[in-house]
T-cell receptor, first 114, second 110 residues
Framework: NAGVTQTPKFRVLKTGQSMTLLCAQD?????MYWYRQDPGMGLRLIHY???????AKGEVPDGYNVSRLKKQNFLLGLESAAPSQTSVYFC?????????????FGSGTRLTVV | RKEVEQDPGPFNVPEGATVAFNCTYS??????FFWYRQDCRKEPKLLMS???SGNEDGRFTAQLNRASQYISLLIRDSKLSDSATYLC???????????FGTGTSLTVIP
């Protein structure tokens, strides 16, 4: 049971390049989330999904897009990377509403934009 | 005002000590509260939920004070392996989102 898997684990991008981060979970979870973590800022929600085919904006959605075409996968896209998007990105999932169960996180993607 | 605020520390305590962290939250309608643990360069992992009546899991005790809008985490008999950053987590109005504190750093010293 792999849990929540994120790929890639590390990436360096040049300003203006695009990329997609993949999050896959094998726990049949309905809810999936993308967070970014920056020093002194804590984790901030970028986008989330409450089920296949649905997405919603979080606190800091600008510059990112997401898709949830399959229940097990949640993709985060950066269309035109900026240095301000240098961060550690965590994907998380929850069986149903996380009010009771909390999240399971992936191991993170460390992204540097130069 | 931030949704969730924590003292960043660091807290440096000797093995065997008791240490407590507090976390304040701004939304009086919040229903769900958690403590997560995050090791250096790792993902956060759920430590425990926080229930209205307070709850205990081994050496860890979590409490909620709705009147003053804070939650606390007490660690007894600290171990070296307890060294980590502890994140306070509180749900939003909609319930589908959670707000994370910036974390409190704990180092347990031999």
């Amino acid at each position: 049971n792999a849990g929540v898997t994120q790929t890639p684990k590390f990436r360096v991008l040049k300003t203006g390049q695009s990329m997609t981060l993949l999050c896959a979970q094998d726990m049949n979870h309905e809810y999936m989330y993308w967070y970014r973590q920056d020093p002194g800022m804590g984790l901030r929600l970028i986008h989330y999904s409450v089920g296949e085919g649905t997405t919603a904006k979080g606190e800091v959605p600008d510059g990112y897009n997401v898709s949830r075409l399959k229940k097990q996968n949640f993709l985060l896209g950066l269309e035109s990377a900026a240095p301000s998007q240098t961060s550690v990105y965590f994907c998380a999932s929850s069986y149903s509403s996380p009010l009771s169960y909390g999240y399971t996180f992936g191991s993170g993607t460390r992204l540097t934009v130069v | 005002r931030k949704e969730v605020e924590q003292d960043p520390g660091p807290f440096n305590v000797p093995e065997g000590a008791t240490v407590a962290f507090n976390c304040t939250y701004s939304n009086s309608a919040s229903q769900s509260f958690f403590w997560y643990r995050q090791d250096c360069r790792k993902e956060p992992k759920l430590l425990m939920s926080v229930y209205s009546s307070g709850n205990e899991d081994g050496r860890f005790t979590a409490q909620l004070n709705r009147a003053s809008q804070y939650i606390s985490l007490l660690i007894r008999d600290s171990k070296l392996s307890d060294s980590a950053t502890y994140l306070c987590v509180v749900n939003s109005n909609t319930g589908n989102q959670f707000y994370f504190g910036t974390g409190t750093s704990l180092t347990v010293i031999p």
